[in-house]
């Protein structure tokens, strides 16, 4: 055989992960809910996520914004021991709670520079409302209340909610799987205030989860493909085992 004449076929091009900094206030939950992007083959072979925070107390709106403009200055990050240029990086998301820091956050998005790409990623009081949505389509009158009390006492007030609120509690390793009810939840009650902060009872997670999701999507997986290849990769595990669903 002439390999010679072999017609050649071009194979579609092969898009490498993309990258996406995020850079949160928070030590814990945030990264737990975060984590099967981060660790998990299905997603790192589409996308990379670095998570960056400060360990046992998180990280004030203002040093979040700090450490980022000194990123930006010396155009590169570390993480994990590996520098990357800040222009090999897809997406850059700061995630912050509302709290009491809301003059804080219209100080600095009141000073953004137009060349900035970090995008903020706010929720109203705090992280919990985005998992609270993973879970509810609606907001419940308890939580409605949360308008009434001191700002300073609405995130852990929030917290107690969702023990209460929703059977088993909303765990950021299970609302994960939820992520799309959560996109669709979080957008139906969305509002944005002075310099685009949301709302109370509003959070902007939706808009980081739907760019990540994107990724998925121009490599030609999707969310539900995960869904599908998790539900699978249990009835084997089960099955080994002499268990069925």
């Known amino acids: 055989m002439d390999l010679g004449k072999l017609e050649y076929t071009k194979r579609p091009a092969r898009l490498e992960p993309g990258i996406v900094f995020v850079l949160s206030g928070g030590e814990e939950r945030e990264e737990v809910f975060l984590r099967p992007l981060m660790e998990k083959d299905f997603f790192r072979q589409c996308v990379h996520v670095l998570f960056q925070s400060r360990d046992g107390q998180g990280l004030m709106p203002d040093k979040m914004e700090e ?24 997406k850059v998301f700061l995630v912050s709670d509302v709290d009491e820091f809301e003059p804080v956050l219209v100080k600095i ?12 990623i706010i929720s109203n009081p705090c992280f919990e409302i985005w998992l609270y949505y993973c879970y509810r389509s609606d907001i419940d009158p308890e939580v409605k209340r949360l308008r009434y009390i001191r700002r300073s006492k609405r995130s852990q007030k929030m917290k107690q909610l969702n023990n209460q609120l929703i059977r088993g509690g909303t765990d950021p390793r299970k609302a ?4 799309l009810d959560g996109i669709a939840n979080s957008k139906s009650h969305f509002r944005a205030g002075h310099y685009g902060i949301p709302g109370l009872f509003a959070t902007s997670m939706h808009e980081m989860m739907e760019q990540i999701f994107d990724f998925l999507n121009q490599r030609g997986q999707s969310f539900a493909d995960y869904q599908r290849q998790k ?14 669903l």
Do not use: P
């Open 231 to 244: 539900k699978e990769d249990l009835k084997i595990f089960l099955a080994a085992r002499g268990i069925s």
């Open 67 to 90: 450490l980022w403009q000194s990123a930006r200055k010396r155009k590169k990050i570390m993480y994990n021991g590996r520098d990357y240029r800040i222009s090999s990086i897809d």
């Open 176 to 179: 994960f799987d939820k992520a």
């Open 109 to 120: 998005l009141s000073n953004k520079d137009a060349l900035d790409k970090a995008q903020w």
